[in-house]
């Protein structure tokens, strides 16, 4: 992201690069407290980073789990 290294860029959301690069390259899905970090840091809106159908399912995902529906 802006023109950082991976390195950098996972230093600076407090990961490890190979976690972040995971996450970059889609082998590890990212969890929703790292998409409000990266948009933080990063000072991006969260539509920038996922499609719009992953985005539907993470908040379809996150609503069944704040009222107990989705599986552990």
Known sequence: ???LTQEAAAAVLGMSR????RI???RR???FT???KICAAFNCH????VQDGQLVNAFVYAA???????PG
């Open 29 to 31: 899905r990212v969890h």
């Open 24 to 26: 970059e390259t889609g």
């Open 1 to 3: 992201m802006l023109g």
């Open 18 to 21: 190979l976690t972040y690069h």
């Open 46 to 49: 969260i539509g920038e980073l």
């Open 64 to 70: 069944k789990a704040l009222l107990g529906e989705a």
């Open 34 to 36: 790292e998409l409000a």
